[in-house]
């Protein structure tokens, strides 16, 4: 079951730019509820307390109970938007959800048993082609985590969408079939590198010896 934070945030009554900028520059990140065909709730939360929100392991694939004023809302987040140079939060959008929402949503993906995978153990590598995979779920299934085990895999084999366990009533957007990741050979290009280095290498000390004296 998707796991649930009780988040409490400021009011705001007023929207536009300026009252936007205005948040800011007291230390506040301004945000909005929106979704299932009601009014937005504006509001504004410690820059802070969403940096650290943040920092916890399935901020995405999190439930938040939000306190504004007297009224609570369950939702998750949607999209953070953030400063084209400093790269920090400068608005925040919540999806407002019910118990029967059904909802599409982005779910990180965690290769497992890289040590003990044969192919990787011979020298292949992990193409991971999905690290993240979108599902369609209640939010109160809402996994924090798919995962893909790599034991028992060799060179050339691959992971498809049907061999990821999913949770009860999680359901992938893509077609099952569909390959998810890799174990390919290793490549060639290091060693063909490596070869003209040898070479000057080993002309290197040819080159550096001074060459014999004739005579007059």
Known sequence: ??????????????????????????????????????????????????????????????????????????AICQDIQTHPITDRPIHIDFLRVSENTELQIEV???????????????????????????????????????????????????VKMSDIKFPAGVKPVEDMDTTIAAIAAPSDDAAADEAPAAAADAAAPAAAAPAPATKA
């Not at 040590?115 to 299934?141: E, F, H, Q, W």
């Open 108 to 158: 990180p993906v965690m290769y497992e048993n890289e040590l003990s995978c044969p192919g990787m153990k011979l020298g292949g590598v992990l193409n991971a082609i999905y690290r993240t995979i979108d599902v369609m779920c209640k939010p109160k299934d809402i996994p924090e985590t798919l995962f893909v085990d790599l034991s028992g895999l060799n060179i050339g084999d691959v």
């Open 1 to 74: 079951m998707a796991k649930i934070t009780s988040i409490r945030v400021n009011e705001r009554n007023t929207a536009g730019k300026g009252a936007a900028r205005a948040e800011r520059r007291a230390g506040l990140i301004p945000g909005v509820i929106y979704g299932e065909k009601k009014e937005p709730v504006m509001f504004s939360i410690s820059a802070l307390d969403l940096d650290a929100q943040m920092r916890q392991k399935g901020f995405w694939t999190r439930q938040f109970e939000i306190e504004v004023g007297k009224n609570k809302y369950h």
